[in-house]
């Protein structure tokens, strides 16, 4: 039984491997060609605006502004400031088209919060999140 057992886990590691090496190939993404710190850097922005639209969705779902405020600040014009040059400097012109205006979103979004009903805040985030899936569909950071 122990051996069926590990013949049936091989197998699905080795499918799975072989399924992200086929999706590897197919995957058109422009790739930023980030070494590994600069890729630790990067992914930890990305998770910090994941982070800040999971806040601000919460914070319009209890209606509490100030969580709305703090959430999209951190991902503001401070965090695009504050990217290491490194990273910078790689980064494709097609992509800052696309990170700046997204940033600026952040800060739209802070203002709003003082005085936007909720639904429209829920719409505008809306908006601001199809600017993170352009970019998450047009780049790769591996």
Not at 37 to 56: C, D, H, P, T
Request: proline residues 2%; hydrophobic residues 40%; aromatic residues 6%.
């Amino acid at each position: 039984m122990k051996k069926y057992i590990h013949s049936i886990l091989f197998l699905s590691f080795a499918l799975l491997a072989t399924a992200s090496l086929a999706d590897d190939a197919l995957d058109t993404r422009t790739s930023l060609n980030l070494n590994e710190v600069e890729k630790n850097a990067f992914f930890s922005e990305m998770r910090q605006m994941l982070s800040s639209i999971q806040g601000v969705i919460m914070g319009i779902g209890t209606e509490n502004r100030e969580l709305i405020i703090q959430s999209a600040r951190a991902s503001g014009n401070r965090m695009a400031r504050s990217t290491p040059e490194s990273i910078r400097q790689k980064l494709p012109q097609s992509f800052k088209k696309l990170g700046a205006p997204t940033h600026l979103l952040f800060e739209e979004l802070v203002i709003r919060a003082d005085s936007d009903d909720m639904a429209t805040l829920a719409e505008f985030t809306g908006q601001l999140m199809r600017q993170c899936l352009s970019c998450h569909t047009q780049f790769k950071a591996n």
